[in-house]
């Protein structure tokens, strides 16, 4: 009678790291890059974590909070600028470069960017966002409610960047090439050359003439324009 193999001691296993909600969150993080932001529940985060989802909810109270700590996590790597002595010459370059900063945060999380679409986070780095964009707009002379309806609308620009970079297909990889990649997609997609070239210039003049224009341009280029007019618009009223 043979006898059987001695049972491995559970001690002898690496131990698991301690759960917190900064681990949660890592792992949420891991999920969305690997699978997409539908990807992400609190049963495959804790599957992630080697835990139960029960385990979870200790730390996040359901998957909506655990999206916006996520969301809230990717802003928080974003350095924030400091606010320009006065006379505030360079506060729009400030503005310009801190928006293209948190496109690209977001883009190399695909996905967790619709997190602000439709709902304002109202978390700790996000608040931190635009209190320092608002912080600029009024560095520069920005009335204050102008200033203030214009932090919308940058959330809404941003937001609208970064779902459409997610709902490239193929995924974009993330950062700065994600809108490269997200602008060949749209334009592939529809073979925008071939159609405006083949456009009857008497029942659409202006696109006809524009051909060229409406499909070239790289997507860094095109971001920037939306910025410029973004804050262009606001600083001129």
Same mark, same amino acid.
């Given at each position: 009678?043979?006898?059987?193999?001695?049972?491995?001691?559970?001690?002898?296993?690496?131990?698991?790291?301690?759960?917190?909600?900064?681990?949660?969150?890592?792992?949420? &993080?891991?999920? @969305?890059?690997?699978?997409?932001?539908?990807?992400?529940?609190?049963?495959?985060?804790? *599957?992630?974590?080697?835990?139960?989802?029960?385990? @979870?909810?200790?730390?996040?109270?359901?998957?909506?909070?655990?999206?916006? &700590?996520?969301?809230?996590?990717? $802003?928080?790597?974003?350095?924030?600028?400091?606010?320009?002595?006065?006379?505030?010459?360079?506060?729009?370059?400030? %503005?310009?470069?801190?928006?293209?900063?948190?496109?690209?945060?977001?883009?190399?999380?695909?996905?967790?960017?619709?997190?602000?679409?439709?709902? $304002?986070?109202?978390?700790?780095?996000?608040?931190? &966002?635009?209190?320092?964009?608002?912080?600029?707009?009024? +560095?520069?002379?920005?009335?204050?409610?102008?200033?203030?309806?214009?932090?919308?609308?940058?959330?809404?620009?941003?937001? +609208?960047?970064?779902?459409?970079?997610?709902?490239?297909?193929?995924?974009?990889?993330?950062?700065?090439?994600? %809108?490269?990649?997200?602008?060949?997609?749209?334009?592939?997609?529809?073979?925008?050359?071939?159609? %405006?070239?083949? !456009?009857?210039?008497?029942?659409?003049?202006?696109? *006809? +003439?524009?051909?060229?224009? !409406?499909?070239?341009?790289?997507?860094?280029?095109?971001?920037? !324009?939306?910025?410029?007019?973004? $804050?262009?618009? &606001?600083?001129?009223?």
């Amino acid at each position: 009678m043979q006898t059987p193999p001695p049972r491995k001691s559970t001690r002898s296993r690496p131990a698991k790291p301690p759960l917190s909600e900064r681990a949660v969150v890592d792992a949420g &993080l891991r999920v @969305l890059r690997r699978e997409g932001l539908d990807a992400v529940t609190m049963r495959k985060v804790a *599957a992630e974590l080697d835990t139960g989802p029960a385990s @979870l909810y200790v730390y996040v109270s359901q998957r909506e909070e655990l999206l916006r &700590l996520m969301h809230d996590a990717v $802003i928080a790597t974003v350095p924030l600028p400091e606010l320009p002595a006065d006379p505030p010459g360079d506060w729009r370059s400030r %503005l310009a470069a801190l928006v293209t900063d948190v496109v690209h945060a977001l883009n190399a999380h695909p996905g967790i960017g619709r997190v602000s679409l439709g709902t $304002i986070p109202a978390t700790p780095a996000w608040l931190g &966002l635009f209190d320092r964009i608002l912080g600029l707009l009024l +560095a520069g002379g920005v009335e204050r409610r102008r200033a203030a309806w214009g932090c919308d609308l940058i959330a809404l620009y941003i937001g +609208a960047v970064s779902y459409e970079v997610s709902v490239a297909a193929p995924p974009a990889s993330g950062g700065p090439d994600a %809108l490269q990649t997200a602008l060949d997609h749209r334009h592939a997609a529809v073979s925008i050359e071939e159609r %405006l070239a083949g !456009l009857d210039p008497v029942r659409y003049p202006h696109l *006809a +003439a524009s051909a060229a224009e !409406l499909a070239g341009g790289p997507a860094a280029a095109r971001l920037a !324009l939306g910025i410029e007019v973004l $804050i262009g618009g &606001l600083s001129s009223g």
